[in-house]
């Protein structure tokens, strides 16, 4: 598979990445078969977060891989940490126990990145620096990130964190895709110029940060999946259309449309199916032409001005 460099890092990743938020609805020998098919097909970046199964994912996907320093080094994980029941936790004593916890899931001894799940409005920007300077100094960590955060959250965090911000998980996709409308519409008296995001994709091309879109295929807030929907009868015909011509599942072109955009992103899958996950491997064999770029995008009901 097709690999990008990870923000500013060294790190060589594939352009798509394994979502293991629903791996704990899988029986252990099909968690194998995912995992195992997953890394054959380059699919090696696997994503995690301690929330996911309260702790359970993590898990299910090191026992079912018989976690060892052999298959360790052969995968990127993954995880997030700052979501609590009732309430975001960005303080220095609850990252730490968080890694020490995800670790001791996962069965290994460092991860290659954690990200900093929701925004927290108490966090103390001092403190994560300090837990980060820990994990680094330690060996727990390689690389840090944040998700769903905009520019100003970010800059508060690189104000006081040495370690540069390498990816930033974000809601994206065909039909969830403000943070590109509003760019099209500077300045204008309508929806669409609503800045909900303060230019989240212009700041993350510009500071280097890799966008990980999460939910790819959903539209809303976890509604559906825009394909196939009879809610989005014009944008499956169009995607239907351009598949044909590829010689591709729809699938394969929804996640190609998001690969196509210059930010180099590096969409998070959501998937359990094996099958399902190699039609978006396959994304990364294709480039949308400009024209059938547009046409997806105004097929989902998004309109130029």
Same mark, same amino acid.
């Given at each position: 598979? =097709?690999?990008?460099?990870?923000?500013?890092?060294?790190?060589?990743?594939?352009?798509?990445?394994?979502?293991?938020?629903?791996?704990?609805?899988?029986?252990?020998?099909?968690?194998?078969?995912?995992?195992?098919?997953?890394?054959?097909?380059?699919?090696?970046? +696997?994503?995690?977060?301690?929330?996911?199964?309260?702790?359970?994912?993590?898990?299910?996907?090191?026992?079912?891989?018989?976690?060892?320093?052999?298959?360790?080094?052969?995968?990127?994980?993954?995880?997030?940490?700052?979501?609590?029941?009732?309430?975001?936790?960005?303080?220095?004593?609850?990252?730490?126990?968080?890694?020490?916890?995800?670790?001791?899931?996962?069965?290994?001894?460092?991860?290659?990145?954690?990200?900093?799940?929701?925004?927290?409005?108490?966090?103390?920007?001092?403190?994560?620096?300090?837990?980060?300077?820990?994990?680094? =100094?330690?060996?727990?960590? =390689?690389?840090?990130?944040?998700?769903?955060?905009?520019?100003?959250?970010?800059?508060?965090?690189?104000?006081?964190?040495?370690?540069?911000?390498?990816?930033?998980?974000?809601?994206?996709?065909?039909?969830?895709?403000?943070?590109?409308?509003?760019?099209?519409?500077?300045?204008?008296?309508?929806?669409?110029?609503?800045?909900?995001?303060?230019?989240?994709?212009?700041?993350?091309?510009?500071?280097?940060?890799?966008?990980?879109?999460?939910?790819?295929?959903?539209?809303?807030?976890?509604?559906?999946? +825009?394909?196939?929907?009879?809610?989005?009868?014009?944008?499956?015909?169009?995607?239907?259309?351009?598949?044909?011509?590829?010689?591709?599942?729809?699938?394969?072109?929804?996640?190609?449309?998001?690969?196509?955009?210059?930010?180099?992103?590096?969409?998070?899958?959501?998937?359990?199916?094996?099958?399902?996950?190699?039609?978006?491997?396959?994304?990364?064999?294709?480039?949308?032409?400009?024209?059938?770029?547009?046409?997806?995008?105004?097929?989902?009901?998004?309109?130029?001005?």
């Amino acid at each position: 598979m =097709r690999t990008i460099k990870l923000g500013t890092s060294n790190l060589d990743v594939p352009v798509i990445a394994v979502g293991c938020m629903r791996i704990n609805g899988l029986e252990r020998a099909e968690a194998e078969r995912f995992v195992r098919g997953s890394m054959e097909a380059g699919a090696n970046f +696997f994503d995690h977060a301690d929330i996911y199964g309260g702790g359970a994912c993590e898990e299910i996907f090191a026992d079912a891989i018989n976690m060892n320093a052999d298959i360790r080094e052969k995968m990127i994980l993954q995880s997030k940490c700052g979501i609590r029941t009732g309430m975001f936790d960005f303080s220095k004593e609850h990252i730490l126990d968080s890694v020490d916890g995800i670790l001791k899931r996962l069965k290994t001894d460092y991860l290659d990145i954690l990200l900093l799940h929701r925004p927290d409005t108490l966090v103390e920007p001092e403190e994560v620096a300090e837990a980060f300077d820990l994990l680094e =100094r330690s060996g727990k960590v =390689r690389h840090f990130g944040v998700s769903n955060q905009n520019p100003m959250q970010i800059q508060l965090l690189k104000k006081y964190v040495k370690q540069p911000l390498v990816a930033n998980q974000l809601q994206l996709s065909i039909t969830n895709a403000t943070m590109i409308t509003q760019g099209f519409n500077v300045n204008m008296a309508n929806e669409s110029a609503v800045n909900r995001d303060g230019s989240i994709l212009d700041f993350c091309r510009l500071h280097d940060i890799t966008i990980q879109p999460w939910s790819p295929f959903q539209y809303g807030f976890f509604e559906g999946v +825009f394909l196939g929907s009879d809610k989005f009868p014009e944008l499956n015909q169009k995607i239907d259309e351009i598949a044909a011509k590829y010689d591709v599942s729809n699938t394969t072109i929804a996640m190609a449309w998001l690969l196509r955009h210059p930010a180099r992103m590096q969409p998070v899958t959501g998937t359990m199916s094996l099958e399902r996950l190699l039609e978006c491997a396959k994304a990364s064999e294709i480039t949308l032409t400009r024209q059938e770029w547009y046409e997806i995008f105004r097929a989902a009901g998004n309109v130029l001005p």
